[in-house]
């Protein structure tokens, strides 16, 4: 009865949806604004029943009711309450509710605040979201109905995948999803600006917060996922360049280049077409990662969520695409723009730069993601492009984007003469080949992971040193360093809210440089009472005993972990049993510290001796604080700019 | 120019000293066998898992593999030896990258191939736009 309801709800949002596009548009073109303003109240109550449908699938997993078919595929009843809710996004069916619900809430947020503003924009902007909407609704409406019933309801559900219970999948999905479906607000502004020719100040201006989320909900997605994958999946990485992340890290590189870009665009009225162009693709990205993600095309640990879909998706990526960049090649002409550049060395000319590296980057993993595809299509042989791949091909790339980063951080506006720009990057350049020759002296000889270092170095001195500027302008004025630097902060939050998150990136570029580049793995067999060492830790194991925990049964091995005789405890990575899926599961031994991570796997027992995997991981816990650095400077970005007190130096 | 303050200085020194300390000279030493049963295992997918390669995959086989890897390397088998043996039993499909020949050249070139003309087409615009006379109506040259 509940679900029927849901199953109701969704289909009046389609309804709602259908129609707040034609009454949006039509008002838009005959003036009408009694049709903008139930466009408008539609928005709102689209919101309200998408919120409504989301509660009872929510209450049907809760309640266990397996007469409905997405409920029964995806928790059975030993499957904890937390995890019942969990289970609502656990496929295909709940995902793409979840993205249309969060679609319908981000759009009701754009309709309040801005009932007053761009009266020309929102109405085609409204279209746009809902326009997207429609889509969703109509693939939830028929092919992946989430309310769908089963004729006959089991006594008991199935299991779908263990790894799924971990607070990880609390986080990972629904903040990656926030991070995709935010692509759509700033996509339906750049529309409406191709539409109403309006393509000047107001629709960066009033969509720079909604980019800056998307892009970090993306990052912070990524990162989740890889820290959750890191605990759980126990393969003793983060990252393994699996079509399924690279498909969310593409339109992230994407982002990134647009939200330096549009900083040209609103301080010089350049680049327009081009920001248009960036938002178009970022946007066409999500979708094709959202496809990517659900339709099972490519082999991946996410493949858990397969489905038939995949046409539908591609199809309405063709139109949709098709449409946008269709549109922007028509109003070319009218986007004739007066460039005018007073030099090549200018902040300007870096951020053109730092997009050319940037969309570089996102086209590497795009081919590197779509060319096994293409390959199998023409030869009929799968391969694989991972890993060893995007070591050589993209970590380049990636080296070349820190280089941009530092010296553009240090090239002003307008112009720069490079007599000048040379004595300001000397310091920073004497303290990176400083790093570097000490670097080399202790042994870091890899050149890919010497250069992630010294460039690194390089951009933080760099960075550090425009806050010692910043700071030391205020200081003058006689205020104290902390006080300087709060209101370094909140006169000018979008610069130096940027250059805190360029130290986030810094700290998790060395985090990621180390634990890849220096990461040791040693396999063993061990039997009760021997002992092994690797790096400063001596392992002992103890024993192997029965493992059990509410949902898990196996074997754990008992390892007593000491560093230069000081016992520093024991860790117990177990081999177990999922019980209701029947699926195995390992469950990694980790002991994190700042300095490195100890991460034991133990496969099972051979000859008496316990086989262990053994990796030591350098300096992965900087990649969490990287992302938590990189948070504090984002929320510094998005605060409202407060008057300046001093006049910004160049 | 100002120099930088001395807060600066001796937070550098902090990190390079720490960076120092953590990656110990050891590692500095040529590889040792696990190292390189592990390069040559990254190059390899595992055949029965989903996405995962040889090097981090927990499954029997890759265990298998991983302990024949050793077996060969410890014989005196070159990395190219071992991987040419694993491509003649499962095929291109194994290599964890594709190989630099044939229709995969595309991968390999491509990005680099994408990124010079990319960086000649922002030079070639941005000196068209150095010629520009000023006078923009929407330019706000410096606050």
């Known amino acids: 009865m509940m679900a029927d309801l849901g199953y109701l709800g969704v289909l009046a949002s389609l309804v709602t949806s259908a129609y707040v596009t034609a009454a949006a548009l039509a008002g838009a073109r005959r003036g009408h604004a009694s049709l903008v303003i139930g466009a408008r109240r539609g928005v709102v109550a689209i919101a309200l029943l998408l919120t409504l449908a989301s509660a009872i699938l929510v209450g049907s997993f809760i309640a266990r009711d397996f007469s409905l078919k997405y409920v029964a595929e995806n928790t059975n009843l030993s499957t904890p309450l937390a995890y019942r809710i969990s289970g609502f996004w656990g496929s295909m069916d709940g995902s793409l509710l979840l993205w249309a619900w969060i679609l319908s809430l981000y759009s009701a947020a754009v309709v309040l605040i801005n009932r007053e503003r761009h009266r020309r924009l929102m109405p085609y902007a409204i279209a746009v979201l809902m326009g997207v909407l429609a889509f969703f609704l109509l693939l939830l409406s028929s092919v992946s109905n989430p309310f769908a019933r089963l004729p006959f309801p089991p006594s008991d559900g199935r299991y779908l995948n263990p790894l799924l219970e971990d607070p990880g999948m609390f986080i990972h999905p629904p903040v990656l999803y926030l991070g995709y479906v935010g692509i759509t607000v700033p996509f339906a502004f750049a529309i409406a600006a191709l539409i109403t020719g309006e393509v000047g100040e107001a629709w960066t201006k009033s969509t720079r917060r909604w980019a800056l989320a998307s892009w970090y909900f993306l990052g912070m997605g990524l990162t989740i996922g890889g820290w959750w994958a890191y605990r759980v999946l126990g393969w003793g990485g983060y990252w393994g360049w699996d079509p399924v992340e690279n498909s969310a890290f593409m339109p992230w590189l994407v982002m990134t280049a647009y939200l330096h870009s549009v900083m040209v665009q609103e301080r010089r009225g350049m680049l327009s077409v081009w920001n248009l162009g960036l938002i178009i693709v970022a946007f066409g990205l999500s979708i094709f990662g959202t496809f990517l993600t659900r339709s099972g095309v490519v082999s991946s640990v996410h493949s858990f969520a397969r489905s038939s879909i995949g046409p539908v998706f591609v199809i309405f990526l063709a139109v949709a695409m098709t449409g946008a960049l269709g549109l922007l090649l028509a109003r070319m002409n009218r986007l004739r723009e007066h460039n005018y550049l007073e030099s090549l060395l200018s902040r300007e000319a870096s951020f053109l730069f730092n997009n050319v590296v940037l969309t570089a980057a996102a086209a590497t993993v795009f081919l590197g993601t779509t060319f096994p595809l293409l390959y199998e299509a023409l030869k009929g042989v799968k391969i694989f492009i991972g890993p060893p791949y995007y070591n050589q091909v993209f970590v380049p790339i990636a080296l070349l984007t820190l280089l941009v980063m530092g010296i553009g951080t240090h090239i002003p506006w307008g112009q720069e003469s490079p007599g000048h720009l040379g004595r300001r990057l000397q310091v920073a350049a004497l303290i990176a080949l400083l790093g570097g020759v000490l670097l080399v002296v202790v042994g870091i000889r890899k050149p890919a992971a010497l250069s992630g270092f010294v460039l690194s170095l390089f951009v933080a001195a760099i960075t550090l040193n425009e806050f010692a500027r910043g700071t030391a302008a205020r200081r003058r004025l006689g205020e104290g360093v902390s006080r300087a630097t709060v209101s370094l902060l909140r006169t000018n939050p979008q610069r130096y809210g940027g250059y805190i998150v360029h130290l986030g990136v810094l700290l998790m570029v060395v985090g990621i440089t180390a634990s890849s580049a220096f990461s040791r793995q040693v396999e063993m067999g061990l039997a009760p009472g021997e002992e092994a060492q690797i790096g400063r830790y001596r392992l002992t194991l103890k024993s192997v005993v029965p493992y059990r925990d509410s949902t898990r049964a196996g074997r754990a091995a008992r390892i007593a972990v000491s560093n230069a005789g000081h016992p520093l405890g024991e860790l117990r990575p177990a081999q177990a049993l999922h019980l209701a899926s029947r699926q195995p599961v390992t469950l990694v031994g980790l002991r994190s510290t700042l300095r490195d991570d100890l991460y034991i796997i133990f496969s099972g027992v051979i000859d008496g001796k316990a086989r262990l995997r053994v990796l030591l991981n350098p300096l992965v816990f900087w990649i969490w604080v990287g992302a938590g650095v990189l948070t504090l400077g984002t929320l510094v970005a998005v605060l409202p700019e407060r008057r300046r007190l001093v006049p910004e130096r160049p | ?143």
Not at chain 2, 14 to 28: T, Y
Not at chain 2, 67 to 83: K, M, N, S, V, Y
């Open chain 2, 1 to 143: 120019m100002s120099g930088p303050p001395r807060s600066l200085w001796l937070l550098v020194l902090v990190l390079v000293a720490g960076a120092a300390w953590v990656l110990s000279p050891e590692r500095a030493a040529s590889q040792t066998i696990d190292e390189r049963v592990r390069e040559v295992a990254g190059r390899l997918m595992c055949p029965v898992c989903e996405g995962q390669t040889v090097a981090e995959s927990n499954a029997e086989l890759a265990e298998q593999m991983r302990a024949l890897i050793r077996d060969r390397l410890q014989q005196g088998q070159t990395a190219e030896e071992i991987i040419a043996y694993f491509v003649s039993r499962y095929g291109e499909s194994i290599l964890a990258a594709p190989p630099r020949r044939g229709l995969s050249l595309i991968v390999w070139i491509g990005p680099f191939a994408a990124l010079a003309l990319a960086a000649a087409i922002a030079v070639a615009t941005l000196r068209r736009w150095t010629r520009a006379s000023p006078g923009s109506p929407a330019g706000v040259p410096r606050p």
